[in-house]
């Protein structure tokens, strides 16, 4: 099956390239993995950004989010937002939560919920990058508790990047997402963790040269 491949059109990479040069606004002080999201240059991950998560989540109607109708597991959602110079370009929302019905130690799972890039900057790698922090955020804060990440991918990019990462695929009938899964009981937590790191370094390597191009150029 061929790959689709987004590609950014230039009219609205000129338009996120002076969004972003005019930007003034501040970056809020809850910067994470800020071992990645080091430098000068604006590039930020945030904590805690759920209103700004649920301002994209609202141009993106037809998401079904794990949460929805579940108060009670609404309240351990969290997201992630990267911005450049405090403006927002995606965000990623996911939990961590217990089962009751396990034994500690390994009595966690966590969830990736949604991840939405707006169309302006998609095809730059943003939606991979946002994939593996959730995924670090949650190694790093539980990973010596948790005995399963998954996600139902409702996007064809999401399945890829999470298969790339060594999640395993179950397509369930009738339903339009792809139920992604890795397991970790038994798995070297630690050593994942690092991989995901190394990658991560990576993806905002190529992120930030894509999106300077676009700065420059617009
Ligand atoms: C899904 C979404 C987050 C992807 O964001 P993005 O920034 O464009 O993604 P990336 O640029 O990081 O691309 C990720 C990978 O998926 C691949 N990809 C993109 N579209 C694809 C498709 N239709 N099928 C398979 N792979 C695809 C890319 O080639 C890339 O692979 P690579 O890193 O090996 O080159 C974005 O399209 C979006 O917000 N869509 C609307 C909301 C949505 O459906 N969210 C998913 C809910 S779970």
């Known amino acids: ?17 002076r969004m972003i040069k005019s930007g003034e606004h501040r970056d809020k002080d809850k910067g994470i993995l800020t071992d990645v999201f080091s430098g000068d240059d ?60 396990k034994s500690p130690p390994k009595d966690f799972y966590g ?36 005995y399963s990440i998954s996600c139902l991918a409702a996007h064809p990019a999401v399945a ?11 397509r369930r009938e009738n339903t339009s997402f792809v139920h992604e899964e890795l397991r970790l009981e038994g798995e070297d937590w630690q050593n994942l963790e690092r991989d995901f790191s190394i990658r991560l370094r990576q993806s905002f390597q190529q992120v930030r040269y894509s999106l300077r191009q676009q700065i420059v150029n617009g």
């Not at 939606?127 to 948790?146: D, E, K, T, Y």
């Not at 890829?160 to 179950?170: C, F, H, I, K």
């Open 160 to 170: 890829a990047v999470l298969e790339s990462m060594g999640y395993t695929p179950a």
């Open 111 to 146: 969830r990736i919920d949604i991840v939405i890039v707006p169309g302006s900057a998609r095809g730059a790698g943003l939606g991979r990058l946002l994939l593996l922090s959730a995924n670090l955020v949650m190694l790093r804060g539980h990973g010596s508790s948790l």
């Open 1 to 17: 099956m061929a790959r689709f491949r987004f590609r950014t059109p230039w009219a609205t990479a000129l338009r996120l390239g």
């Open 42 to 101: 604006g590039f930020r991950l945030e904590q805690g950004g759920l209103d700004t998560y649920q301002g994209f989540r609202h141009q993106e109607p037809n998401l079904v989010s794990i949460v929805d109708g579940k108060p009670e597991m609404a309240k351990n959602l969290d997201a992630l937002v990267f911005r450049i110079k405090g403006i927002p370009i995606g965000a990623v929302s996911y939990l961590v939560q217990r089962n009751t019905h």
